[in-house]
């Protein structure tokens, strides 16, 4: 082995390691945020669920708060090649840029209503409920509720109507949904899993806590769905000082309170020694029964998985065999197949499933995210399915380097999301309207002091539009 | 519904930035200044952290390449120390062995994706590089390596590990450790050699 070719060797990783500037202190944050509050990815990367449940479609993504420009909000189809048959296998994408087109337009809500974190939002009809939450310096939090009966054109805010009970200050809400008219909250109160159920259009909630958490221990619901056999199901986690564990609350009481049971946590999530587990979204089976998704740590592998249930007492877990050091970003659950989104540190990768999460595959193999006149750097960042269209939200930079909020629709999906902005963001949700109508939700100015909701308010494509003619 | 709870889930009182003081600034503190408690930071974690942070990034760079990628992937490594703290008998090691495996990861998925997004983010990537330093033969050649050699390479000439603690990093025997950096030495020579010979006959 040459001496002189290893000192070359040495000197040239040596010279090009100054190539990064690791942000130490920011990264600590982020680690500090990932460790206690459960946040996946840190500094380049954001969580993103795609959840289409009972009729109505919510979708979030998140972008550039700081550089957010409502009034450039673009759709653009990438003319995504979906997938032939039902084989699932991958196909090619398209090599024609997307076509951009106008459509979207910002709704304007003055800057008192729209103070708060909008974080999801479910729509009945024309009746919009956003749910949120409103930070209040550095230890308190509390619930809000915005809402529109008009789908999205005026709105109200309730920033009392989530009550909490707890004297700490401390709630946040951060999945509503609604079946039969019935809208459905869930976050924390005071560190205590929370439910909030409102039978009047979100006017006024009836608080329930979740039970199961032992003394002292923090319980956080995430995500709830509800069926239409009459139960619903929340996910989320408790932490204990042993560690985190999954956790899953059922209701079989229909459209009535109460009934809520824990169904158990670790007993049936974690089959590994050290294991952790976190459950992050829950979706109703078109056919019937439940889907979580969520992952479990196991030593210092990061497992996704998805858990299974027909009638939310009895889950199986499901551990895509190739989906090792990955998480799963986002699942759209479809009659005979999962619809997932994987992210790793350079991007993120639609995969399909078509055995409840046990074995995945690559869905698509590429789309061009730019419009036709510029732009870089395309972040996919939300995923949602309305009437059998996949809309992606997410962002590029601009010409000028500016990031710009944009959304893609295609006819079968796949979305993806990356950020590396240091501080401010913006969540997007899409919500879909009974008139053919899309509403897409997004918060300006996450990270600073002050935050609000932004609306933004579009038509889908037409049946024989470019969706059908993929 | 955004995920992973924007808040902060803990009751404790002692905040992070009570723990790593002046590193952090006025705007972060107001940001997670109440999400983070002493009990969540065992002791002799900061210290990890501050020692091996940087480095640990550089690592990963030099092993993916992407410099945005090299961060997340030491945070994610990051993490799971946290996460097997108690069970850990020699921190420094763990961490190396996670960010290699995060590094690992990360390939894989590469590997399986080649899609336009990739290549996109591939030629962004490129273009953010000095020109200077995309004509860095022997960073292109670094490229061209397996990923086991790469691994090796970048473990023995910037961590300057010895090859038995290189063995131990990458769950494999010395013998495998000297046979690749034998080759991926022999690898980049050679390429280097090819380039560098003068075409005949011109």
């Known amino acids: 082995m040459s001496t002189r070719t290893e000192d070359r060797i040495s000197a040239m990783l040596h010279a090009r390691s ?5 942000q130490a202190d920011e990264a600590l944050l982020r680690i500090a945020d990932r460790v206690v509050a459960g946040r996946r990815r840190a500094r380049y990367w954001r969580p993103v669920v795609g959840l289409a449940a009972a009729g109505t479609a919510v979708a979030v993504a998140i972008t550039a708060a700081s550089v957010l420009q409502p009034d450039r909000l673009e759709v653009a189809d990438p003319g995504f090649v979906s997938p032939g048959g039902t084989t699932g296998e991958a196909t090619g994408g398209t090599a024609q840029g997307p076509e951009v087109r106008e459509g979207w337009q910002p709704i304007a809500v003055d800057e008192a209503t729209a103070l708060g974190r909008p974080t999801a939002a479910a729509a009945d009809g024309s009746t919009v409920v956003v749910v949120g939450t409103v930070d209040e310096g550095e230890a308190s939090s509390r619930p809000v509720v915005w809402r529109s009966e008009d789908a999205g054109a005026s709105w109200e805010r309730l920033p009392e109507a989530l009550a909490t009970g707890d004297p700490s200050g401390w709630a946040e809400v951060f999945d509503v949904t609604v079946h039969d008219g019935v809208f459905r909250a869930v976050g924390h109160a005071g560190g205590a899993a929370t439910v909030w159920t409102s039978f009047d259009g979100g006017v ?3 608080t329930e806590p979740l039970p199961g958490a032992r003394a002292g221990e923090t319980s956080i619901a995430r995500s709830i769905a509800s069926a239409s056999d009459g139960r619903t199901v929340a996910v989320g986690e408790m932490l204990r000082a042993d560690g985190r564990v999954g956790a899953i609350w059922l209701s079989d009481s229909g459209s009535a309170l ?7 946590t670790e007993a049936h999530l974690v089959d590994t020694e050290d294991g952790e587990v976190v459950l992050y979204e829950v979706d109703v089976r078109p056919t019937g029964g439940f889907v979580a998704r969520g992952y479990g740590q196991a030593s210092i592998s990061s497992l996704a998985a998805t858990w299974d249930s027909v009638d939310g007492r009895e889950w199986s877990m499901h551990r895509g065999e190739n989906l090792a050091g990955q998480n799963l970003d986002g699942v759209v659950v479809e009659t005979d197949r999962l619809v997932a989104v994987s992210v ?3 991007g993120a990768m639609v995969q399909v499933s078509r055995d409840r999460g046990d074995s995945w595959q690559p869905f698509g193999e590429g789309m061009d995210l730019l419009p036709a006149d510029g732009g870089s750097n395309p972040r996919l960042e939300g995923l949602v399915e309305i009437a059998g269209r996949y809309y992606g939200s997410g962002s590029y930079a601009s ?10 629709s295609w006819r079968d999906g796949w979305t993806s999301i990356d950020r590396d902005d240091p501080g401010g963001q913006t969540g997007v949700e899409i919500v879909a309207l009974p008139d053919g109508g899309v509403l897409l939700i997004g918060v300006e100015g996450f990270g600073t002091p002050v935050t609000r909701m932004l609306v933004w308010t579009g038509q889908q494509d037409p ?3 470019p969706a059908s003619q993929g | 519904m955004v995920e992973g709870g924007d808040g902060p889930p803990t009751t404790g009182t002692t905040t992070l930035p009570t723990l790593i003081g002046n590193h952090v600034g006025t705007h972060e503190q107001a940001r997670v200044g109440a999400s983070t408690t002493a009990d969540q930071w065992p002791p002799g974690y900061l210290r990890l952290y501050h020692d091996r942070y940087d480095a640990m990034v550089r690592v990963a760079y030099l092993m993916t390449g992407s410099d945005l990628a090299s961060e997340d992937l030491v945070q994610d490594a990051f993490v799971k120390v946290h996460r097997a703290w108690r069970r850990i008998d020699d921190p420094p090691a763990y961490l190396r062995q996670a960010v290699v495996n995060e590094c690992r990861s990360w390939h894989r998925t590469r590997l399986r994706r080649r899609d336009k997004v990739d290549q996109h983010a591939h030629d962004l990537a490129v273009d953010a590089i000095p020109a200077t330093q995309v004509h860095d033969e022997l960073w292109d050649r670094l490229g061209t390596l397996s990923q086991k050699r790469r691994e090796v390479v970048v473990l023995r000439f910037y961590e300057d590990l010895p090859l038995a603690e290189i063995a131990e990093v990458l769950g494999t025997k ?3 450790v000297k046979s690749l950096l034998h080759r991926a030495v022999k690898q980049l020579e050679q390429d280097l050699r090819d380039d560098t010979t003068p075409e005949v006959g011109r």
């Open chain 1, 258 to 264: 109460g009934g809520w049971t824990s169904q158990g």
């Open chain 1, 204 to 206: 006024t909630w009836a």
């Open chain 1, 463 to 465: 049946p024989g539009g």
């Open chain 1, 344 to 346: 790793d540190g350079s």
């Open chain 1, 399 to 408: 010409a000028g380097g500016e990031r710009v909020a944009a959304v893609w």
């Open chain 1, 18 to 22: 100054a190539d990064v500037t690791p």
């Open chain 2, 174 to 176: 010395v013998g495998t």
